[in-house]
């Protein structure tokens, strides 16, 4: 073996002792890449780890700023009854207005449903001209010339005795105007009893005397509206008959002697 050969191999077994090893390049170059993918893999995970919380995050606290609307409403909502519901308490129906009671012609407060919550507003008195008319009440009945509003209509306190006057007031021209309405044509206790015994029915009064203290009492009890009323309906001259249970009744008003009968014989 030539000392030129020997020599070429000596120089080439000191290079590979000071770079890497002849024989492993391909297996280092291989660790290295794994080693980079490795750190390039993890720097991606840990990115989208943060980017995944970081859309969590946002999105949890998005939905939870939307549930709660203006964030001044909780529970469930609060419907109107007879009193108003709590300014910024939950409703349900958008524009809902709750204002129970109110005067319109006094200043009131309403509640509107607003953004999915309870809003109070102050409302002033309604229109002068409407709020100045005077209602009907029969207790205390309106005086001649009050406005009113609703033309024809008759504001009375009952006038069930038809036997009697009755003052009633008429709402006409837009002012209460008096009306005087006259009795029935009633004939007095001993002025119809001739009649009723004329019938001459088993159930009836056995004679006048019977007839006048039955009919004076029936009129001083509860049942006078019941008796006024049959008084008005059977008029001056009356013709009496017997109903089914041989009671004195008047063709025409047996709806009357009826709820006569019901009366006195509860």
Known sequence: MSSLFIRGLGLALTACLVAPA???DDTQ?????????????????TTSTATAG???????????????????????????????????????????????????????????????AWAYNDVGPGDPDECDVVACDPDNLPQEGQPCSD????????????????????????????LEVFPAECLSCDEICPFVLM??????PPDIDACVAGCMEYQGNDCKIAFNTMLA???????YTCDDDLRP?????????????TCIFP
């Open 199 to 204: 019938g001459d029915c088993e159930g009836g």
């Open 29 to 45: 170059a291989s660790a290295s890449e794994s080693a980079t993918a490795t750190t390039t893999d993890a720097t991606t995970d």
């Open 249 to 261: 009744t008047v063709a025409g008003c047996e709806s009357q002697y009826a709820e006569l009968y």
């Open 22 to 24: 002849c024989a492993g």
């Open 54 to 116: 970081t859309a969590t995050g946002t999105a949890t606290g998005t939905a939870t700023e939307t549930s709660g609307g203006t964030g001044t409403t909780t529970g469930d909502p609060v419907p109107c009854g007879d009193a108003l519901p709590p300014e910024g308490s939950a409703c349900a129906t958008e524009n809902a207005t709750c204002a129970p009671d109110a005067d319109p012609c006094e200043p009131y407060t309403e509640a509107v449903c607003t953004g999915g």
């Open 151 to 178: 033309e024809g209509a008759f504001c009375s306190p009952g006038c069930e005795d038809p036997c009697e006057f009755c003052n009633v007031m008429e709402c006409s021209g837009g002012m209460w105007q008096g």
């Open 233 to 239: 309906c059977v008029g001056a001259q009356p013709t």
